[in-house]
């Protein structure tokens, strides 16, 4: 018989993960946290999510589900008396679904090499990562969250680059998002931060810091 | 005054495109087909979707969706009494968004090299499309569609396949969905291609490979 609960396979340093983590505070769900050695993945994760072997997994009376995004749509599905997570108009709903697209496929992808470039090469790419944002930010303003006054469905989304890209900002050196280049996306990670669910779940900065230094090493040096 | 009324801007040979005139035609609305000239686009698709400036968009009473999945999404929560696209059940949901993300992301990446591969290279794409697909087959298994019973939202999503990947056979010379490998999504093609928005809608088949013909050996000189 399957387990009752909810279980949430994960890794502490992941922006993807914790996503899932903010929806289901959001919701009150008590959940139970395994943290996943991604270089020696467990057995149960294997199992749940034999298609990608990504984490973040939902599990939830014992059915697994996959993709974090996927994920927050189903807490908010399942749990649907709880906090509104996605817009309730069908249309406010396709375009947070877009722009979630958007930033998981052009801006993340963007943002990744400012990660382990140096030198003019950063300089470009910065300038990508920046336009990638820019582009984003129309979505944001006029407005506190994405979501309107309230953090929602494309703040879980994208509220990682709040604490994240100055993270990855400080290892590599660039810096993206600016008051010049970026002020309404700047001004919007301070209220990311200041959210409760956000404020109880993000992992310690130097912990972070310094793993995400040593990945940079070893990329630099492979 | 936004013009009332349901506009799809698309491209004849898309099967991207074709996914939004499914979910309409299945739920029975009337709408505007209007084809774009992909090297001469129209001043109305990009001003609707100046984001990325691609078919499919669609617009109703106005306002204006783009990317095709999250299109049909929107068709089946707008028109919500008609035809059930979207499983009902949340977990049902979020396995179809799964596999259309996995269809999407990780099968059409390994489709497309297909098209343009020769010789040795050739036999390498076509086997790892195959792993792909078989790995999505899983999800068809013991089923008339992906859907169930009826045809659905992931039938819409990867429906493509039952035309276009013959065509790309045909165009290329290789052979990716057999009975050997591929039994079980090899007889939904059929099943698919007798569903009934399905046959209104495919695009004649000589054009089509007239086009792809011609895309290909273009590709192979540049």
Known sequence: MAEKGVKVFGMWASPMVIRVEWAL?????????VDEDLANKSDALLRHNPVTKKVPVLV?????????????????EVWKDGYPIMPSDPYERAQARFWAKYADEKCNAAIYPVFTATGEAQTKVVHEAQQCLKTLEKALEGKKFFGGDDFGYLDVVVGWYAYWLPIIEEVSGAKVVTDEELPVLKAWFDRILAVDVVKETLPPRDKLLALNKARREQLLSA
């Not at 959001?26 to 959940?31: E, Q, S």
């Not at 014992?62 to 749509?73: M, Q």
């Open 25 to 33: 505070r959001l919701k009150g769900v008590v959940y139970e946290y």
């Open 60 to 76: 939830h009376d014992g059915e697994p589900i996959a993709e974090s995004a996927i994920i927050v749509e189903y807490i908010d």
